[in-house]
């Protein structure tokens, strides 16, 4: 949620500024704005809504200059309006300050800075630190005249390094003061920014496609360290002044991945990226199955692997509906006691974690508040932490003690798909991978998992098909305001997937329940406008979940079946019917969420929404 981007060099800054925002559109946001380093001033613009408004606005009045930020704000403190979109000022408009974040003490802060006789123009948080950086700098003596230019970049530094000292909360910042021209500084907690060093330039944003046109080096930071930008290079601090050493990421992604490609949205190009996701989570991981590769890929030995008693899976949103089918694979085939649970719900309890714990912690983005909280927690009660992440270099992954990373490449829709597919099958190598570790199963066993594996990218594909037919089906359906998503076993998680997939991006009521459960309430709900979705691929549980679609029929529910193809059971009871190919049980999901994720698609096209950006929905909550 909220989109930093900085530039500092020799360019004209306003179209690599606003090309960098473009890039972190996925994040979700309500205003956007630019403010620029012009002719020894500071100048703004800024809008309410899409960046479209903040493209005609500088076609109107246009920025020029080689210094400056951006950011695309999603709101928390105050409402979207010109006012409180950022950049924010300080009282005399010569600094000025973007930042993703909750500053927690911000009322504590604003009232001590209001005795001082600073004015508050919006209603904001963030506008607190430009104001706390201005009472820094007149401590320091920057506004006394005569002050030697030589000493104002060190003044910033200062300046901005005291405020930090005040905040308390969650932040990633970057500031622009026009008295040090020849610098950014920029200092996080909590809240995602990385550094892209160019020749003779440098960027600063939140995530790596904000500027992975103009440079692949990157410097991720970590929690309570500061960066000054300059044209001729960047140096990196700790928040109480220490300078340290960073080295660089070089980032593998190619550009185009991040493009639509042709497809309507982001979405659909990602829906269909799914088996080269596959591809690419698998590659290089099915051999050895004994030893070696957990060791290799994650830095799990097999000494760790034995010590291992229980596992927790941590995750929010979809990446937890990952996590239970991870639960579901581990004590079935590892024989370790599994949880899963909400990352948001963990850190608030008393969780019961002791060194023989293995917390597998799972997130799209590798900066979900709540999962690094969550994480940090169980690793002070001495559980070792192994992450499942798509971001190279993330604040989870530099957070953990092993890694397993899916390799999807950049997922720019809020709703996330081939990163839940990925995840699907990092859980499914890592159960595989510590089942023959633990000689848990047998030689034979393994190879024909690994035999159906490989055959998921192709499999995919032939799931993809259902496409039209799905199209034909949303037509139907898309008016409809309420849904009911069922399935047991290994397809409950996905039933939950589907429902959250329809209502995040359609905003149709959708629930999914256990079909065991459906008789211990949602049943009172049918009637013969509700369609029933139920999944049911060829499982021990499979004649069960007939039986409870047999009680949906009963009540009039209109009922479409997610099934194995060559099933005609479900062609005969269903309404409609989506065949997906077979496959091992265990497996079943990676296909089965295919027809569900095309599901939510269409109907929310077909309604007119949003689909890559859903309203109040952000890609990376980095705040509770």
């Known amino acids: ?13 306003t179209p690599l500024l606003m090309e960098g925002l473009r890039r972190l559109e996925y994040r979700g946001y309500d205003s956007a704005g630019l403010a620029l380093l ?9 809008c309410v809504g899409k960046l479209a408004n903040l493209d005609a606005l500088l076609g109107k009045q246009p920025l020029k200059g080689s210094v400056g930020l951006g950011h695309t704000r999603w709101a928390t403190h105050g409402r979207p309006s010109e006012e409180n979109a950022h950049p924010h000022t300080d009282c005399r408009g010569k600094l000025v300050v973007i930042h993703n974040g909750i500053i927690e003490n911000y009322l504590e802060l604003q009232g001590a800075l209001a005795g001082k006789g600073h004015k508050f123009q919006s209603e904001t948080d963030t506008e607190v630190i430009a104001h706390l950086i201005e009472e820094r700098l007149k401590q320091l003596g920057a506004d ?9 970049e060190p003044m910033l530094f200062e300046a901005v390094r005291g405020a930090l000292s005040e905040m308390r909360g969650a932040y990633a910042l970057a500031v622009l003061w026009s008295e040090a021209p020849g610098c950014l500084v920029a200092a996080k907690t909590a809240s995602p920014l990385v550094v892209g060093i160019g020749d003779g330039e440098a960027f600063l944003a939140s995530d790596v496609p904000a500027f992975l046109e103009h440079t692949r080096k990157a410097v991720f930071l970590d929690d309570g360290e500061m960066a000054v930008l300059t044209a001729k290079g960047c140096s990196f601090f700790r928040v109480d002044g220490k300078r340290i050493e960073k080295t660089p990421t070089n980032i593998q992604w190619d550009r185009t991945m991040a493009e639509k490609g042709g497809y309507r949205h982001f979405m659909l190009k990602e829906i269909y990226d799914q088996p080269q996701a596959v591809e690419d989570t698998i590659r290089g991981r ?5 030893d070696g590769v957990l060791e290799r890929e994650a830095g799990l030995s097999a000494d760790v692997l034995k010590g291992i008693t229980n596992v927790k899976l941590l995750a929010c949103g979809t990446a937890h509906h990952a996590g239970l089918v991870g639960k579901y694979l581990l004590e079935r085939f590892a024989k370790l006691p599994a949880v899963a649970e909400p990352a948001s719900e963990f850190r608030y309890r008393e969780p019961v974690v002791s060194p023989g714990t293995l917390v597998v912690a799972i997130s799209q983005s590798g900066e979900t508040a709540d999962t690094l909280a969550a994480v940090k927690l169980a690793k002070q009660s001495g559980a070792k932490v192994l992450s499942v992440c798509n971001v190279l270099g993330s604040a989870l992954t530099r957070t953990s003690d092993y890694n ?4 999807c490449g950049p997922e720019m829709g809020v709703a996330s798909t081939k990163a839940f597919v990925g995840q699907l099958t990092a859980l499914s190598l890592l159960t595989l991978h510590l089942s023959t570790a633990l000689g848990r199963l047998s030689d034979d066993d393994s190879r024909k998992w690994v035999d159906e594996i490989l055959r998921l990218p192709g499999l995919i594909r032939s799931a993809l098909k259902l496409d039209a037919k799905v199209l034909e089906l949303s037509r139907k359906f898309y008016k409809k305001e309420h849904f009911l998503y069922i399935g047991r076993d290994l397809n409950y998680p996905i039933a939950l997937e589907g429902a959250l997939k329809l209502k995040e991006i359609s905003y149709i009521h959708a629930e999914g329940y256990a079909a065991g459960e459906m008789k211990h309430g949602p049943i009172a709900l049918i009637d013969p406008d509700m369609p029933v979705v139920a999944i049911a691929t060829d499982s021990r549980v499979t004649e069960k979940v007939l039986s409870n679609m047999e009680e949906a029929k009963a009540r009039g529910a209109i009922l479409v079946a997610v099934h194995t193809e060559g099933d005609k059971r479900f062609e005969r009871l269903a309404d409609v019917s989506l065949p997906v190919p077979k496959v091992q049980e265990h497996l079943a999901p990676i296909l089965s969420v295919i027809p569900l994720q095309l599901l939510a698609y269409h109907i929310a096209d077909l309604r007119g929404c949003d689909v890559d950006q859903p309203r109040n929905l952000a890609k990376s909550v980095t705040v509770e």
């Open 404 to 407: 397993f990373y899916i390799h």
């Open 38 to 46: 012009n002719g020894g001033g500071i100048e703004l613009r800024r």
């Open 1 to 13: 949620m909220c989109g930093i981007i900085g530039y500092i060099g020799s360019k004209d800054a």
């Open 144 to 152: 006394r005249a005569g002050a030697m230019p030589n000493l104002r």
């Open 286 to 290: 099915l051999f050895p199955l004994k």
